[in-house]
């Protein structure tokens, strides 16, 4: 639910599509959710930044989208950080891990030395459970067989039930001396709880930071259930600043960056050479993301 209640009449800036959707969780996984619980400023607010100007200004909505772009592609990074948004996130504690690497945010945690946590666990659908690759020390290969699925989701299933089974029990353990201080405290009892258990926290960030971290978190080698969240994320830029989201699809997300050995050999292939991977100069990894971005075709 959102934070205040009732009608509220506001002069700042706002975004319509966003204010549809203010306080209302996006489900992800089985048991998580995003859900937006405020923000500030919007596509305006860029373009009056980068103007320098007073208010919203005189410009049109194409000029202040070939700004937008202009910015994006020059990364001209500043204009952006004028709009935050903040977000109530509940996750995976192993999902919670890899986020918090991201090192630009405010961040707020519940607690499980104050709180009972929640018995609840992420548990993968049979479609995630594939083979760890021989190539790619992060990553998956080939799913497991059916029969394999099964056995591993049953065992993930058993041992969260068990952990959390023993966990209520530490936290109703009697003190037969003292009726009034009953349990395991709570600091303890959660040492024992599985990475799937969900957390929750608010995290509040600007929207150039926000995007950064959409742009690591979106490729195709990210793990699959942190994609997930960054998915309804980049839904919610979307809504939020539409100019923006255009812009940074365009130059960012389905963009590329290329260094000059691999702007070398797209030459030699625009001239009629044909290159191999070991004639390019290129590592292996910097061969294939060339090839999937211009020889694909």
């Not at 509040?204 to 995007?211: C, G, M, P, Y």
Request: proline share 4%.
């Amino acid at each position: 639910m959102p934070e205040t209640s009732g009608s509220n009449i506001t002069q700042r800036a706002i975004a319509e599509g966003l204010e549809a959707c203010l306080g209302k969780p996006f489900s992800v996984l089985d048991h998580g959710f995003v859900r937006v619980v405020d923000y500030m400023g919007n596509d305006a607010a860029i373009v009056q930044a980068a103007r320098v100007s007073y208010g919203l200004g005189t410009k049109s909505v194409s000029e202040d989208a070939g700004l937008i772009n202009y910015l994006m592609m020059n990364a001209h990074t500043s204009p952006f950080e004028m709009c935050e948004i903040k977000l109530h996130v509940k996750l995976p504690i192993f999902v919670a891990r890899q986020w918090i690497r991201h090192r630009m945010a405010n961040v707020n945690e519940v607690s499980g030395r104050y709180s009972v946590l929640p018995t609840e666990h992420y548990l993968p659908e049979a479609a995630q459970l594939c083979y760890q690759s021989a190539r790619n020390k992060q990553g998956k290969s080939t799913s497991l067989s059916p029969e394999q699925q099964e056995q591993v989701q049953e065992m993930l299933r058993t041992d969260a039930v068990q952990i959390f089974a023993h966990y209520a029990e530490m936290l109703a353990l009697p003190n037969a001396e003292n009726a009034s201080e009953n349990g395991l405290t709570r600091e303890l009892a959660r040492i024992n709880l599985p990475l799937s258990t969900y957390t929750e926290w608010y995290w509040k960030i600007d929207l150039h930071n926000l995007l950064h971290f959409l742009s690591l978190r979106l490729t195709p080698h990210a793990q699959y259930e942190i994609r997930t969240y960054t998915e309804v994320l980049l839904d919610i830029v979307k809504r939020w600043v539409p100019l923006t989201y255009a812009a940074f699809v365009e130059h960012r997300l389905e963009g590329a960056r290329l260094s000059k050995t691999a702007i070398e050999v797209i030459r030699r292939i625009i001239a009629g050479a044909p290159t191999t991977q070991e004639e390019s100069g290129l590592n292996k990894r910097e061969w294939e993301n060339l090839r999937r971005a211009f020889l694909d075709v």
